[in-house]
T-cell receptor, first 112, second 112 residues
């Protein structure tokens, strides 16, 4: 158990819908990262937040957005979902920007 | 943005040393190199991190040549439980924004 929690574990929805994935980092960790893992794209970095502020953006679509709240939990919002958005979404946290990341168990999103 | 490539798969016998390479020709000056292990349906798990030369911990060693355009993860005396996918992650981990790039992943199969 990494100490990072993600909810829900599984999510099945339809094209065009909007979903919110939630991540609670390890206690004391200020950095939260979001990744997408699919068979064809591998592990892709989406976005990084540090203590509530966005620090870096990776291959995150405009239909996706994220935020980190004052209590340091983070949410990833995916809208206008397409079949290709079906993937495992991982959240990871670290103490700061310069340490190992601890990954959550992931949310498996299926878009039908 | 660093582009990272790894061999798709490797096979080893139990008890052997395994070396997995990652090529990151476009690595930036401040980028760190981190290796993760991933089992099916789980989030990646940190193995080791380095910036240059050699780093060793209780489970692995990481070799980084002077030009830093590649890195090698060395697993001594692998066991069946080391069968997993191994990823290198290249990116900046300081306060300045940067992107994180996962390698393509190497599937290691350990047999008796």
């Amino acid at each position: 158990d990494s100490g990072v929690t993600q909810t829900p574990k599984h999510l099945i929805t339809a094209t065009g819908q909007r979903v919110t994935l939630r991540c609670s980092p390890r206690s004391g960790d200020l950095s939260v990262y979001w990744y997408q893992q699919s068979l064809d794209q591998g592990l892709q970095f989406l976005i990084h937040y540090y203590n509530g502020e966005e620090r870096a953006k990776g291959n995150i679509l405009e239909r996706f957005s994220a935020q980190q709240f004052p209590d340091l939990h983070s949410e990833l919002n995916l809208s206008s979902l397409e079949l290709g958005d079906s993937a495992l979404y991982f959240c990871a946290s670290s103490v700061d920007n310069h340490n190992e990341q601890f990954f959550g168990p992931g949310t498996r999103l299926t878009v039908l | 943005l660093a582009k990272t490539t790894q061999p798709v798969s490797m096979d080893s016998y139990e008890g052997q040393e395994v070396n997995i390479t990652c090529s990151h020709n476009n690595i930036a000056t401040n980028d760190y190199i981190t290796w993760y292990q991933q089992f099916p349906s789980q989030g990646p798990r940190f193995i080791i991190q380095g910036y240059k030369t050699k780093v060793t911990n209780e489970v692995a060693s990481l070799f980084i040549p002077a030009d830093r355009k590649s890195s090698t993860l060395s697993l001594p005396r692998v066991s069946l439980s080391d069968t997993a996918v191994y990823y290198c992650l290249v990116g900046l981990n300081t306060g300045t924004a940067s992107k994180l790039t996962f390698g393509t992943g190497t599937r290691l199969q350990v047999t008796l």
